[in-house]
Every structure is written in structure tokens, then in C-alpha cells.
């Protein structure tokens, strides 16, 4: 067998060998099947598992990376809110509604109107949105107790568990 045979060849080949072992008991078959499934699937399976780790070792470092920029970002975000701020709350001091200042021309000004919402209670219905969410845990704990559900079912799969 070639080094360079893939993981899914191997399995074919498991398979193949399987079928042959079957229909007849060959020493040569059993020997080659035991060799596959004792040296080098592992091995391959191995070379997997390490690929998966450093790929999610690498992952992980991105995402470190991710949290470090964004949390800068945000620190310069503030910074430069508290600065307009300050600014606003200077010329508001001072009481001077525009400068000219080199490039940038500044002016303090009304804001629209914004919505201040004091008392939720007191808001009437027609105002309301209601949003509704579908209690999974309790319909798949009832699914599990055999019971029925229109609209849900139980999916049973499989997956890989490295360790």
C-alpha cells in the first residue's frame, strides 16, 4: 500500500477486504486486513487528529487575536465619545454654538427629537410586539418520554469524540 493512499481508500479497502474474508478464508486477506487495521489506519487516523488539533489551535489563536482588536477598537470608540463630550460640554460652558478650528468647522446644534419610553405599563397594547419562543428542552423531554409532539421529531446521529 502507498503512504499517499487517503483515508476514505483505506476504508474502501477495509471494506473490500472484508468482503473477500468473507467469501473465503485467505490467510493473505486476513494478514492484509490485519495490517490495515492495525498499522495503518491509526496512523492515518492518527495524522488526522493532529492536522484537526493544530487547525484548532490556530483557530483559537485568531480568535484571542479577534478579542484583542476588538477590544481596542471599543477603548478608541469610548475615547472618542467622552473627547465629543467634553467638547460639546465645553463649548456648551462657554456658550459657543460654532468654531472654526484650522480644517474642521464645529457647531453645538438641536438633536431631533428622541423617544423616552418612562412607563411600559402605561403604553397600550396596540404599541406592544409580542414575540414568542419554542420551549425545546420541554418538548424534547416530553419526545424522549415517547410522547408526541406535532411538528417535532427526536433526530438521532453520530459524531466523532477526539480525545
Excluded: W
Excluded at 9 to 28: K, P
Excluded at 74 to 99: C, Q, T
Excluded at 151 to 156: E, F, K, S, W
Amino acid at each position: 500500500m502507498s503512504a499517499s493512499m487517503t483515508l476514505f481508500d483505506l476504508a474502501e479497502s477495509v471494506l473490500v477486504l472484508r468482503e473477500l474474508l468473507d467469501e473465503e478464508a485467505d490467510d493473505a486477506i486476513a494478514q492484509r486486513l490485519d495490517e490495515y487495521l492495525g498499522d495503518l489506519l491509526p496512523s492515518k487516523v492518527e495524522g488526522y487528529c493532529k492536522f484537526m488539533r493544530g487547525l484548532t489551535l490556530e483557530s483559537d489563536a485568531f480568535k484571542a487575536e479577534e478579542k484583542r482588536c476588538g477590544d481596542r477598537k471599543r477603548a478608541m470608540l469610548n475615547l472618542a465619545k467622552r473627547m465629543k463630550e467634553r467638547l460639546h460640554a465645553g463649548l456648551a460652558l462657554a456658550d459657543v454654538s460654532e468654531v472654526k478650528a484650522g480644517t474642521f468647522s464645529v457647531k453645538v446644534q438641536a438633536s431631533p427629537p428622541s423617544l423616552e419610553i418612562y412607563d411600559e405599563e402605561a403604553i397600550p397594547g396596540a404599541f406592544k410586539i409580542m414575540h414568542t419562543t419554542i420551549d425545546k428542552a420541554a418538548i424534547k423531554a416530553l419526545l424522549q418520554k415517547s410522547m408526541d409532539v406535532p411538528g417535532a421529531r427526536l433526530v438521532h446521529s453520530s459524531h466523532v469524540r477526539i480525545r
